[in-house]
């Protein structure tokens, strides 16, 4: 099992940004997925969540700017990250399955002009 | 939201120590179905979190037998019997029984 996370990078507040979650050695569609994330120095904070059916579920913090979906055709997870603030500079994680069984390595943003 | 509060903070242990973490949760963690979605994991210096424990006591594969969760409820435990060096980090609980899903402030361990 692998996820591989990329997209990540330096943006404006304001701005938007796109992370992509490439999974590997499972079969993706099989499987609910998380996006986790992780301010510096901080803890863990559940960001969404999508099911296998492609039902989806937001944290309040980002319920409205972020958009989590799926392309199984292709293995992937996606995180659409709109109207970004500094405080949503974080490494953002993918996860698998509802207990978090596996996890990636890590994407970092930093929102800041 | 549930609140999983952690303790301690911290905790520096010597290499062969027996250790505990505790998790205590503002709710009950049973799951309808009969299931306690209660989890551990470990973060080392540098990575991602990894699972060491799920739905209480059981171990992921891979995972050395020294560590070890108990509790019910909104009562947990994580034990290592016999710390090694590979084992320092901050350790989390989590859980999946409600949503969203919740994690405690992490404990840090050290090595002595």
């Known amino acids: 099992v692998q996820l591989v996370e990329s997209g990540g990078g330096l943006v404006q507040p304001g701005k938007s940004l796109k992370l992509s979650c490439s999974a590997s050695?499972?079969?993706?569609?099989?499987?609910?997925m998380h996006w986790i994330r992780q301010a510096p120095g901080k803890g863990l904070d559940w960001v969404a969540y999508i099911s296998s059916s492609s039902g989806t579920v937001y944290a309040d913090a980002v319920k409205g700017r972020f958009t989590i979906s799926r392309d199984n055709t292709k293995s992937t997870l996606y995180l659409q990250l709109n109207s970004l603030k500094s405080e949503d500079t974080a490494i953002y994680y993918c996860?698998?399955?509802?207990?978090?069984?596996?996890w990636g390595q890590g994407v970092m943003v930093t929102v800041s002009s | 939201d549930v609140v999983l509060t952690q303790t301690p903070p911290t905790l520096s242990a010597t290499i062969g120590q027996s250790v505990s973490i505790s998790c205590r949760s503002s709710?009950?963690?049973?799951?309808?179905?009969?299931?306690?979605?209660l989890n551990w994991l470990l973060q080392r210096p540098g990575h991602s979190p990894q699972l060491l424990i799920y739905?209480?006591?059981n171990l992921e594969s891979g995972v050395p037998n020294r560590f070890s969760g108990s509790g019910s409820e909104t009562d947990f435990t994580l034990q290592i019997s016999g710390v090694g060096a590979e084992d320092l980090g901050v350790y989390y609980c989590?859980?999946?029984?409600?949503?969203?899903?919740?994690f405690g402030s992490g404990t840090k361990l050290e090595i002595k």
């Open positions: 709710q009950s963690l049973l799951d309808s179905d009969g299931d306690t979605y």
């Open positions: 739905s209480v006591s």
């Open positions: 989590m859980q999946a029984t409600h949503a969203p899903l919740t």
């Open positions: 996860a698998r399955s509802v207990t978090t069984d596996y």
């Open positions: 050695g499972f079969t993706f569609s099989s499987y609910d």
